[in-house]
Every structure is written in structure tokens, then in C-alpha cells.
């Protein structure tokens, strides 16, 4: 059953289907978006032993022809080479600009495929079919899209929006309880910037899917609106990712990218009171805490600084992060990139609460 749609106005305009069991109605939403069209899902290995046959049934029973390219599960999948062997197959199997393509999948299957749909013919249309939460509460919104080079996670990527978000919160029920974890660092996250009430309903598990997803949506929706291209007010989605990237890149992604924000937001409410800010950070220690996340961190101030500056969020010699006022109450503060090296220094100590 449909729970909520929700409208985004950006550059392309569209809908965020969010419910339960919503699956086999799925060709009824995305037909009046591109007509009779061939369809080419992309999804992961973990996502296609489940469900990959389910989709294409359902959309081939709808009258749709329907493909599926499948790449191995995992973060080091977000790779320029799945993305030119993505578009290689999209063109050997003469899709036109007329056709699109769907990401099923969690939030690597999703960048890959909207930056191949952003390039491909210079541009097609994509569905985002989330299986995660954090997907379905981030990554599936807002048309971020990227692959990670080398050098960093997601350094190369492009703003494009999808045709329709369509977030069927029973696939979760799939999940690991480490990566449903990673999608409940995002939903503190959402509660730690901008709404206390979702944080106090965080508090209280287990909390109701639907319900938190929709307002997750909603906080993210309206930042987007107001700054899809991350010039401001959208570098507030960021809280606990400055430092969450670093940890996740030091450790070579063994560390998750949940694992990581939590660890990361951890580190940014203990700078804010160092920069004139309230403290929130045993509040939140014990709510991260009671989600089950290790807060430890393994690496010098030296290290993760280093880290950071290879961050997209960095321009010229400041880097802006995002320090909580308030449970509720975020504010971005630009700092040069010394003064943030002397801030980490002055957390990392030996004495770190939460050193490992
Ligand atoms: N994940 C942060 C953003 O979409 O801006």
C-alpha cells in the first residue's frame, strides 16, 4: 500500500512513491513517465539473487522489454570500469533515447547508474528503485551521481535527476542488521540537523519504516529545493561525512559509510563546542550507542586531516563543515583548513573517549 508520495521541484521535477509491498504495481508508475520503452536495470549481485528475476517479470507482464546488467556487490563497484562496461552494454544492445533505465539497488548501484544515465546519448531517463534504507533515505534522492576514482569517493560525478523514486520498504526486510545500521546513521543524521521530533522518535525503538523514511524524504526534498546544485544550504546533509569520508577512505572501506558518518558525527559534535557551539555530543554518543554503532576511532588528527584534504567540500584553503547548534540545529562553519588540522588535533588526543 502507497504510504506517502512525495514532489520534488528541481531542475527535473518528480515523484518519490514510498509504501510497503508496492512493487507489483510499479509498471503503473513508471508507464506514464516514458510510454512503451525498453527498460535496462541495473543492480548488484546481493539485489539480483533476490529480487532481480521478481522485477523483470514484472515488468515484462506489464508489456515492457526489460534487460539486466548485474555487478558484484560492494563499494569498489562504483568504478569507472563498471561504468564503461554499463554504457558499452546499453549500446550494443542499441538502447535509444527513448528507452531508460532503472537502479535497483542501494546507493552504489544508484550513483552508477544515474551518472550512465546522465552520460549515456548525453542523457536518459532513470528510475531509482532504493532496497536500502540508506538509499531510500539519501542516495536515491536528490540526483547526486558519481563514481570513485583513486584519488577519493565520489570525486567524478554529475547532478541528474531521476524520472521517479520508487521506495517499496519491504525489501528491506532482506537486509543484514549491519547494513540496515549503516541507512540508521543517515536517519540520525536527518534528526541531529533538522527535526528533534524525528530524533526523539529515533530514540524510541523500533520505529515505524514508513514514517521515518517519508520524513527523512521530506527534510531532504525540501534542502534540494532549495539548492540542488550544493552551493549552501545542501552542504548540511553533510553532517558527519567530512570526517566520515576520511575514516571510510583511511581504512580502505572496510569501515562502512554508515559506520563511518556515525564515527564522523561523533568527531563534529565534539569541534563544535571548540568553536562556540553547545555540546550535544554525549546525547548523541548515547544514541548512536543504542543503535549499536562502535564509535571508535583509529587514526590520528594527522591522518585525517590528510584525508580530508582530497574532499570535494574543500575550496581553496577552507573547508566548511557542518557543527551542530542544537539536537534539531545544524549551521555550516568555514574554517581554514589549519584552524580545522588544530581543531582534530585538539579532539584526537591520546585520551580520545572513544580511541580504540
Ligand atoms: N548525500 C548528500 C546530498 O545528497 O547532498
Redesign the pocket.
Known amino acids: 500500500m502507497i504510504y506517502k508520495t512525495i514532489h520534488v521541484e528541481a531542475s527535473r521535477s518528480y515523484d518519490i512513491i514510498i509504501g510497503r509491498d508496492i512493487l507489483p504495481q510499479i509498471a503503473g508508475s513508471i508507464r506514464p513517465l516514458t510510454g512503451d520503452c525498453r527498460l535496462c536495470i541495473l543492480t548488484d549481485s546481493t539485489v539480483d539473487a533476490l529480487y532481480g528475476d521478481k522485477l523483470v517479470d514484472l515488468l515484462t507482464d506489464a508489456g515492457f522489454a526489460a534487460d539486466k546488467f548485474v555487478i558484484p556487490a560492494g563499494e569498489a563497484s562504483k568504478c569507472a570500469d563498471n561504468l564503461l562496461d554499463f554504457l558499452n552494454f546499453l549500446a550494443e544492445c542499441k538502447y535509444t533515447r527513448s528507452d531508460a533505465l532503472i537502479a535497483f539497488g542501494g546507493g552504489v548501484v544508484g550513483d552508477l547508474c544515474g551518472l550512465s544515465a546522465a552520460l549515456y546519448l548525453r542523457g536518459v531517463k532513470y528510475i531509482q528503485i532504493p532496497t536500502t534504507l540508506l538509499a531510500a533515505v539519501?542516495?536515491s534522492?536528490?540526483?547526486?551521481t558519481a563514481i570513485d576514482i583513486p584519488a577519493g569517493k565520489n570525486l567524478v560525478g554529475a547532478f541528474y535527476q531521476p524520472v521517479l523514486v520508487y521506495c517499496d520498504t519491504a525489501l528491506m526486510d532482506t537486509l543484514s542488521p549491519e547494513i540496515y545500521r549503516d541507512g540508521c546513521a543517515?536517519v540520525i543524521k536527518y534528526g541531529v540537523i533538522l527535526d528533534k521530533q524525528l530524533y526523539e522518535i529515533l530514540q524510541r525503538q523500533p520505529f515505524e519504516r514508513e514514517y521515518v523514511v517519508s520524513r527523512c524524504v521530506e527534510i531532504?526534498r525540501d534542502?534540494?529545493q532549495q539548492d540542488e546544485f550544493?552551493n549552501g544550504l545542501?552542504?548540511l546533509?553533510?553532517f558527519g561525512?567530512t570526517f566520515g569520508h576520511a575514516v571510510e577512505k583511511l581504512s580502505d572501506f572496510a569501515v562502512s559509510h554508515g559506520a563511518a558518518v556515525a564515527k564522523g558525527m561523533l568527531l563534529a559534535a565534539r569541534m563544535a563546542p571548540l568553536c562556540g557551539l553547545c555540546n550535544v555530543a554525549d546525547e548523541l554518543v548515547e544514541l548512536l550507542h543504542q543503535y549499536g554503532f562502535d564509535l571508535s576511532v583509529d587514526y590520528s588528527a594527522d591522518e585525517i586531516y590528510e584525508a580530508i584534504l582530497s574532499d570535494k567540500k574543500r575550496r581553496g584553503g577552507d573547508i566548511t563543515v557542518v557543527l551542530p547548534r542544537a539536537i534539531g540545529n545544524c549551521t555550516l562553519v568555514t574554517l581554514p583548513v589549519e584552524r580545522l588540522y588544530e581543531l582534530l588535533k585538539q579532539i584526537l588526543t591520546e585520551d580520545y573517549e572513544y580511541k580504540a
Open positions: 539519501d542516495s534522492v536528490g540526483g547526486k543517515e531532504k534542502v534540494v550544493d545542501r552542504g546533509l553533510n561525512h
